[in-house]
């Protein structure tokens, strides 16, 4: 379109080509295509529109547009981070999913590192016995990595919501709900991962409440707030709600889940392998793939890590889009470009390591042919898992966990 722009990156490796002050004072408008938390007190007086990624995938030219005709309200900051009267382009649905995408954004890395250690492991114990030292050393090292799934995801999806007041009590509350009695009923089963999702948006809101409480108080006690009173008054309602509410009513569900699971036919099985790999492929890597993915980690992590046939549906379902696009661009490359053909190549790698986003370019420009035969060839494949009893020991690495 022949318009200047600068590009923020904010994926799994952190910020790229952070925007200067200087870019954004000669900058006309802004535009967030983004599902997770930006810093936007930088645009201050800004032209801004605020949309999720998908729609700078598929609406870049509109977004453009809006942008250059001043049609983006003026953004305001409130000096925490957030904003005061930040377009609002998606529904209370699209908000919960930016916070719950910041808490697995970030518990991504203990889940890749952990679960892929714990693979090495298993490998140690087939070859050299369970009473190795390197199957203990390894073992023990994706155990400990895996212990901090829960309260890290509670801490960041806390802080989506309250910013950095909130990221104590969040991860409090997360740790809380990996214990199998914290609450007046000795339950069983810990309140897991659904328990710390919770705890994760309980901690967030609470702390939104705790600072209108306290607007009130004059400026020059701000620094008392964020060092005594969200802290403490913070931690002592979320340890409350955790004990009384959250862990004995998660524990009971997760409980009752847990047993439906174990108890399930072959049959049954079939069936939600093939909607749990079919949800993988929907929108390679959007609510639908993550939805999936974590409902198996969060079965995986309650089962003590022992119950991965649900993983196996997700992860083959989610390795399907980039490998079945990688072996179509090779064997019939008439049908692409020479840049697809190019991008088809990286695809054999991404799919086999389990990284379905390799996919997306393809599919938004000929959604329909891509998304629809991806997402039969992973129900197919979803289902096959679950046919063929499959149990995946690492809840990441694609063909890694193979050995």
């Given amino acids: 379109m022949g318009v200047d722009i600068k590009v923020e990156t904010n994926g799994s490796e952190g910020v790229k080509h952070k925007l200067t002050a200087d870019d954004i004072a000669r900058a006309q408008g802004v535009i967030i295509a983004a599902d997770k938390k930006v810093d936007m007190d930088r645009f201050d007086g800004k032209h801004l529109i605020n949309h999720p990624v998908i729609d700078g995938i ?20 409130n000096g925490a981070g957030g904003a005061e009267d930040e377009e609002e382009t998606g529904s209370l649905w699209n908000r919960i999913y930016k916070d719950l995408m910041n808490g697995v954004s970030n518990m991504l890395p203990f889940v890749v590192g952990g679960g892929i250690i714990m693979a090495i492991s298993f490998i140690f114990e087939r070859y050299a016995g369970a009473h190795s030292g390197l199957f203990t050393f390894t073992n023990n090292l994706g155990n400990y990595a895996f212990s901090f799934l829960v309260p890290v995801l509670a801490a960041y999806i806390a802080v989506s919501i309250g910013d950095r007041p909130a990221l104590m009590p969040g991860f409090v509350g997360g740790w809380m709900a990996t214990l199998t009695a914290a609450s007046f009923v000795k339950a069983q089963n810990p ?24 607007a009130g108080m004059p400026h020059n006690l701000d620094g008392m707030k964020t ?8 931690l002592a309602i979320m340890g409350l709600i955790m004990f009384f509410i959250v862990n004995p009513i998660f524990a009971a569900i997760n409980g009752a889940l847990i047993g439906a699971l174990e108890s399930m036919g072959t049959g049954n099985a079939v069936l939600v392998g093939t909607i749990l790999a079919a949800m993988m492929s929907i929108d390679m890597g959007g609510p639908f793939n993550k939805a999936a993915y974590t409902f198996a980690i969060g079965i995986y992590s309650a089962s003590n890590y022992t119950d991965g046939r649900w993983m196996a549906a997700v992860m083959v379902g989610g390795m399907i889009p980039p490998l ?14 020479e840049q697809e053909r190019q991008s088809g190549l990286s695809n054999y790698a991404l799919g086999l390591t389990f990284i379905t986003e390799g996919a997306i370019p393809f599919a938004a420009t000929d959604p329909v042919h891509i998304i629809g035969s991806s997402v039969i060839g992973s ?15 690492a809840p990441h690495g694609g063909i890694v966990a193979l050995a």
């Fill in 58 to 77: 598929k609406k870049p030219e509109e977004l453009i547009t809006t942008t250059l005709h001043d049609e983006g309200p003026i953004f305001h900051g």
């Fill in 191 to 214: 309140a897991g991962f659904l328990g710390g999702l919770v705890a994760g948006f309980v901690a967030g809101w609470m702390v939104v409440g705790l600072k209108k409480l306290f």
């Fill in 227 to 234: 060092i005594l009173i969200y802290p403490v008054i913070g």
């Fill in 324 to 337: 079945a696009i990688a072996l179509a661009s090779t064997f019939f490359p008439k049908k692409f470009t």
């Fill in 379 to 393: 129900a197919i494949a979803g289902a096959l898992t679950q046919l063929f009893k499959v149990n995946v020991p």
